[in-house]
Nanobody
Framework: QVQLVESGGGLVQAGGSLRLSCAVS????????MGWYRQIPGKQRELVAR???????KYTDSVKGRFTISRDNAKNAVYLQMNNLRPEDTAVYYC????????????WGKGTLVTVSS
């Protein structure tokens, strides 16, 4: 069973930075799509950033220019560098891994809390 473990969350002041890490048990080269999502209590989980196996990245508009997603296949890890954090970025951040061969695979971590104070 594949496990995803997030780390790096915490409390930071507005304008500060955090780097989230997602450690994957097993080879992430099996996953064509890795992503970071976030969820505020009472709201739906939303996509923050995703990175394809090709290296192509996509971001939700509110984080463009501030967040950077990257993957290190050698370390089986995915990262989210978050700069210029805002109070509205406060949420639980989840790592997601999706693969399509030999069958559809969709795994989630348990999340890490990011709190941005104003």
């Amino acid at each position: 069973q594949v496990q995803l473990v997030e780390s790096g969350g915490g409390l930071v002041q507005a304008g500060g930075s955090l780097r989230l890490s997602c450690a994957v048990s097993g080879s992430i080269s099996s996953f064509k799509l890795m992503g970071w999502y976030r969820q505020i209590p009472g709201k739906q989980r939303e996509l923050v950033a995703r990175i394809f196996g090709s290296g192509v990245t996509k971001y939700t508009d509110s984080v463009k220019g501030r967040f950077t997603i990257s993957r290190d296949n050698a370390k089986n890890a995915v990262y989210l560098q978050m700069n210029n954090l805002r109070p509205e970025d406060t949420a639980v951040y989840y790592c997601n891994a999706v693969g399509f061969s030999p069958a559809i695979m969709d795994y989630w971590g348990k999340g890490t809390l990011v709190t941005v104070s104003s």
